[in-house]
């Protein structure tokens, strides 16, 4: 009988409510990390996006410093540019195009490789416009999802071997 009686130790009720509690916590810290994972991934695909889109500029900006023929079309728009190291013998060149998987081409050669565009990114748009007095490219760039733009740039290169 005396130990029925005795106070030391939790009840029922305080048990209860100490799990209850607890649940309530693990409760809003699983909607805590959920959405800590969600910020994540979204500000790692917002990061990527803006380092491939610095790349890309470097890539362009490189190939089109040092190009040799540039055939404009009559819109201003580029049709081909001849690049020592992609070109073909004859100069006939190529100009930049997104292929099928949202990478970017000059003619049929990927400018990076896939392991380049993580995370579902991809090139959405690019187009390139000439100044054949001044020398001058005009290019603007677009890289995000297939749903989304996350970064894009546009930027002057002067063409070096103008005459």
């Not at 728009?77 to 000059?106: C, K, N, R, Y």
Request: with cysteine.
């Amino acid at each position: 009988m005396n130990k029925l009686r005795d106070r030391r130790g939790f009840t029922l009720t305080e048990l209860l409510c100490a799990v209850l509690i607890v649940l309530l916590v693990s409760a809003l810290l699983t909607v805590g990390v959920r959405f800590a994972g969600r910020t994540y991934n979204s500000s790692m695909q917002l990061s990527e996006a803006q380092e491939l889109c610095s790349t890309l500029t470097s890539v362009i900006s490189d190939k089109l410093r040092f190009c040799g023929t540039v055939t404009p079309g009559a819109d201003g728009s580029l049709d081909h540019i001849f690049i020592q190291d992609l070109g073909s013998v004859e100069g006939e060149g190529a100009a930049f195009q997104v292929d099928a998987d949202g990478q970017l081409t000059l003619g049929s050669t990927r400018l990076l490789s896939s392991a380049a565009y993580p995370r579902g990114l991809r090139v959405r748009d690019v187009s390139l416009r000439y100044d054949s007095t001044s020398g001058i490219f005009t290019v603007a760039l677009q890289v995000g999802t297939a749903d989304s733009t996350l970064a894009e740039t546009s930027f002057e290169v002067r063409r070096l071997n103008h005459t």
